[in-house]
């Protein structure tokens, strides 16, 4: 699959790839949708994109990691630094995105409507 030079290529771009919620896959199998990365003029690998609504609960796992325990368990405060932040990204951009959110962090979507117009209002 790789030449040499091309596997600290491919390590380099893992990280993005994973944050992403992407798949690395041999780029002689990439499909129309998929991005091929180039090295020296060579094809290395394709980046597979994740679907949108995969993206944002990729997104949602990533913060619960980062704050080492389910998004619900955070205070309010807390929970309208994470809408902000994921209104920033487009997460209520996708189809269910208020829902997906909301029930991430325990809340209705009401609540989760009132933190965007809140910062609005700000």
Known sequence: MTGPGEEPFIAAVKPLV??????????DEAGQDDVVLTWEGADVVAVRLPQLADSLDH???ALERRQGRPLSELDRRAKQEVVRMLEARGAFSVRHGVETVASALGVS?????NYLNREKGA
């Open 59 to 61: 997104i949602l796992a």
């Open 18 to 27: 994973d944050a992403i919620g992407g798949e690395l896959l041999p780029a």
């Open 109 to 113: 979507r009401f609540t989760v409507y």
